[in-house]
């Protein structure tokens, strides 16, 4: 890791709405270790007792041997930019978009997100991006001081190295943003993520509506931003993300070159390796494994690369992001623990692995003194159904 997280401060900023008591009881508790029946205490917003047994006092909530486990903590979602922009070059009025997202994510049981936001713009062609990132970040930021979310937001900055404006919008980012991520994009055609052409038009032409002319332009284009840029950028953002305190992660590694580039640039977590071969190489780096729940739910990549499930079974799967579908998140831990018969270890996947890799030591496992923030959750046919999201024992979902 680049830089020491400052994880309690950003607590106590982000989050002042301290709620009543809340008591769980007759419950099966996933604990990092083991599933205990029993009941879990929150007092003050933070786990205060554990007791084992499937007694109901007074006052507490009778779960009825539904699960209780951490709430879901997500590093990489697109749903902040699918709200502000649900249809290309639609500008939805910003709040009321930040607020939906939030409510969106609660009810789907994540209650810690870090906010994908896209950094580094191209101001040419039909496949522009125009700066958003430092404007949208303002307007997070205040919704979040001034208490309008339900769940705990944090920064995590998407940094596409071959665009024009990487390196000026990142510097109009300061360590008093408490950026939480920077990751290291390169979505340049013909390699990474889209090493198959006809994946990526079929990905562009439909979000963006290219004629395949237009679309050869594209292509034409990102080539030359990558031989422009792409070097300089991805050694400039190494040293933002130090300059923001702020995790570094990877994208789309494919080769053990790649993953080794990524280990020099002290990587935290790779997000989305693409290949069996990539995901081999960050492990035997150190470097945490994370993929995508659509991917697992789905049994493959939509982009052709290699499947979740693949990584799972071969015991290279640390960390699962909801990426595009949020409500992907829950059902994949549930999906992971069906694979490795091990509830606690698949929770762990969307809980305690992810706030590990971002330094939040205040949240993500079943503790006393750690956040109050829990999900019910009932198997109906080995399908959780949520019944009940608590942020710091305040109901939210
Ligand atoms: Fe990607």
Redesign the pocket.
């Known amino acids: 890791m680049n830089s020491p997280f400052n994880a309690s401060s950003l607590t106590t900023l982000c989050d002042s709405d301290m709620s009543a008591d809340l008591h769980l009881a007759n419950a099966r508790l996933v604990l990092p270790d083991q599933v205990l029946t029993g009941a879990i205490v929150i007092e003050n917003g933070s786990i205060t007792e554990i007791l084992e047994g499937d007694q109901v006092p007074v006052g507490a909530i009778d779960c009825r041997g539904d699960l209780i486990t951490p709430g879901l903590v997500e590093l990489h979602t697109d749903n902040v930019e699918r709200h502000i922009e649900p249809r290309p070059e639609v500008d939805w009025p910003h709040l009321p978009a930040l607020i939906a997202h939030d409510a969106e994510l609660a009810s789907t049981g994540i209650t810690t997100v870090f906010d994908a936001m896209r950094v580094g713009s191209i101001h040419s062609g039909k496949g522009r991006y125009i700066d958003y990132a430092r404007k949208l970040a303002d307007e997070l930021l205040a919704a979040r001081a001034q208490g309008f979310f339900k769940i705990s937001h944090f920064l995590h900055l998407r940094a596409e190295i071959c665009s024009e404006t990487l390196l000026q919008e990142l510097a109009t980012f300061g360590t008093e943003d408490r950026v939480g991520i920077v990751s290291l994009?390169d979505?340049t055609p013909g390699q990474r993520?889209f090493r198959d052409l006809s994946a990526l038009k079929t990905y562009v032409a439909k979000k963006r509506g290219m004629t395949d002319d237009e679309f050869e332009a594209h292509v034409e284009n990102l080539l030359g931003l990558q031989k422009r840029f792409g070097a300089k950028h991805e050694a400039g953002t190494v040293v933002e993300a130090t300059r923001l305190g702020a995790v570094l992660a990877s994208?789309?590694d494919t080769t053990a070159e790649h993953v080794a580039t990524s280990a020099s640039n002290r990587v935290g977590f790779a997000e989305?390796p693409t290949t069996l071969e990539a995901a081999q190489a960050c492990r035997s780096h150190g470097i945490s494994v994370m993929m995508g729940a659509p991917n697992l739910i789905r049994g493959g990549s939509h982009s052709g690369n290699v499947a979740a499930e693949e990584l799972a079974k071969a015991d290279l799967l640390d960390i699962v992001s909801s990426d595009y579908v949020p409500s992907a998140l829950l059902l994949s831990a549930f999906r992971l623990a069906q694979i490795w018969d091990d509830l606690p270890r698949a929770i762990a996947t969307v809980t305690s692995n992810p706030a590990i890799a971002t330094h939040l030591k205040d949240r993500g496992a079943l503790k006393v003194g750690l956040r109050g923030d829990v999900l019910r959750v009932q198997l109906v046919d080995q399908m959780p159904l949520l019944r009940g999201v608590w942020s710091q024992g305040k109901k939210v979902g």
Request: overall charge negative; charged content about 15%.
């Open positions: 994009m979505h993520q994208h789309d989305f």
